[in-house]
């Protein structure tokens, strides 16, 4: 056996994937390290991919029972087969991994199953149940082993009352109520899923606003969207304890005049963020060093403190996003054979899957307020868009924030229905530096939800916009 590679890669999430791939496609002999059954991490498995499964096919039952009606068609006898919905997750899942299977056979890289753990800085130990350890050595390492759900003080989770989105995805019966904790992009997600199904939904939040971590009207226009579809919001609520009863949940919280407040649910979900996953490592047998949140120091070519070894993804700096740890990936294989690939992370778009979708990319307009960052504004509502009424998603709005001086476009905030394909414009136009003047003089196809771009440009360059 060829226990000597020039890139191991520990971890099989899309940043994984993505640095195998990249590696064996620029030459290198690569093997890619995953402990579980299946390739694909967090990501593929028990993140983004099933849970957009879940989405879209609740997307399709509020569409059957909040529109169909008003579009002349009627529709008898909908019903939720949990179970089937359930399958079809995972028939979505098995998908995906299977097409992960083929790559690594097409790109002829070695799987190797078990736990990874550094012996020294250019060897690991591989342990994996029921066989001996084995010992592999390689030029270069990549760390991508992610991140695991996080939880709070007085919140234990037991995987049976008190869940975490894992579970969350894979529940076998449908559950009459569902308390969220956390308003953020797991939670309103998953809020979002299992209201549409019927089951009596609160998220209790501890910031001011849903989505805290994007602009300000983004997650205060979400909040009001979900009120009105029948999901209870409590903001500004700090949460003491949730204690698991044989059926039941009882979670506490302090709302915002200071009252002590409990509520009962069937399960809880803690959806409160994630924390990086370096367990079993091994760095202490390196010089590798983890900041006070655990994550694993890099510096600006993801380089750790040994010049053989980088990381990538949830594991280190920056924001936990799939594509986020896809770009590192390429980056660092690419700038390793001397390519220059830098990232520029400002443009890294954040999507959230509700419906509406709400996306981001650039600055916020509270961050331009803070920093004292002159900009222009653009917004439009999409109850102005005639692609909108025709497709009766008139919901939310979008905003872009521009440079006075020079029209460079510093941020786009985008709250609607496709708001998740329209991001990538906006993407597209902060990385090409195009100008907002530039942007509105484009054609757009009409009626489009693109169309609202040209609106918000025309107003963020003073021009004016046609259709408000």
Same mark, same amino acid.
């Given at each position: ?34 402990? /579980? ?64 299977? /083929? ?46 759900? $996080? ?24 559950? $009459? ?16 899923? /299992? ?88 760095? $202490? ?24 070894? /980088? ?158």
């Amino acid at each position: 056996m060829d226990n000597s590679y020039d890139l191991i890669v520990i971890g099989s999430g899309p940043g994984g994937y993505t640095a195998a791939i990249r590696g064996a496609q620029l030459g290198f002999h690569t093997a890619i390290v995953e402990k /579980y059954e299946t390739l694909g991490g967090t990501c593929t498995n028990v993140g983004c991919i099933p849970s957009k499964a879940l989405l879209d096919s609740t997307e399709l039952l509020e569409g059957i029972n909040l529109k169909a009606a008003k579009a002349g068609i009627e529709v008898e006898g909908v019903k939720v087969d949990f179970n089937r919905m359930i399958e079809r997750k995972k028939q979505v899942v098995k998908l995906n991994t299977d097409g992960l299977n /083929y790559l690594m056979k097409k790109n002829k890289i070695t799987v190797l199953r078990g736990t990874a753990s550094f012996r020294d800085p250019h060897s690991i130990v591989l342990t994996a149940p029921g066989a001996e350890d084995q010992v592999y050595s390689s030029t270069y390492f990549i760390i991508a082993t992610g991140s695991k759900p $996080s939880t709070i003080p007085g919140v234990t989770i037991d995987k049976k009352r008190i869940i975490s989105s894992t579970e969350a995805l894979s529940l076998t019966i449908k559950p $009459s109520s569902l308390i969220v904790i956390g308003g953020g992009v797991i939670g309103v997600e998953l809020a979002s899923v /299992y209201q549409r199904i019927g089951v009596k939904v609160t998220i209790v939040e501890y910031s001011d606003r849903l989505l805290p971590a994007m602009d300000k009207e983004l997650g205060k226009e979400l909040e009001k969207l979900l009120k009105r579809k029948g999901i209870g919001i409590f903001t500004s609520s700090k949460v003491l304890s949730a204690t698991a009863n044989e059926e039941s949940v009882d979670v506490s919280y302090l709302d915002k005049e200071g009252k002590t407040i409990t509520l009962n649910g069937e399960y809880c979900l803690v959806a409160v963020g994630r924390k990086p996953y370096t367990t079993g490592l091994g760095l $202490s047998n390196t010089r590798i060093l983890t900041d006070q949140a655990g994550r694993v120091m890099v510096d600006d070519k993801l380089q750790t403190a040994e010049e053989n070894i /980088y990381a990538i993804g949830d594991v280190i700096r920056g924001v936990m996003l799939a594509h986020k740890a896809e770009d590192e990936a390429v980056m660092v294989l690419d700038n390793l054979k001397g390519m220059k690939h830098p990232i520029n992370y400002l443009r890294i778009p954040n999507v959230v899957y509700t419906w509406p979708e709400v996306a981001g990319v650039g600055y916020t307009e509270d961050e331009l307020i803070a920093a004292g960052t002159p900009y222009n504004k653009g917004k439009f509502p999409f109850i102005a868009s005639a692609k909108a009424r025709a497709a009766d998603d008139t919901d939310g709005f979008l905003k872009v924030l521009t440079d006075p001086k020079y029209g460079e476009v510093l941020g786009v905030q985008i709250i609607s229905a496709r708001a998740a394909d329209l991001i990538a414009q906006a993407v597209l136009s902060m990385d090409f530096e195009i100008t907002d003047n530039e942007l509105a003089k484009i054609s757009y196809a009409h009626p489009t939800f693109s169309e609202a771009f040209k609106d918000a440009y025309l107003i963020s360059s003073g021009r004016g916009a046609i259709n408000l």
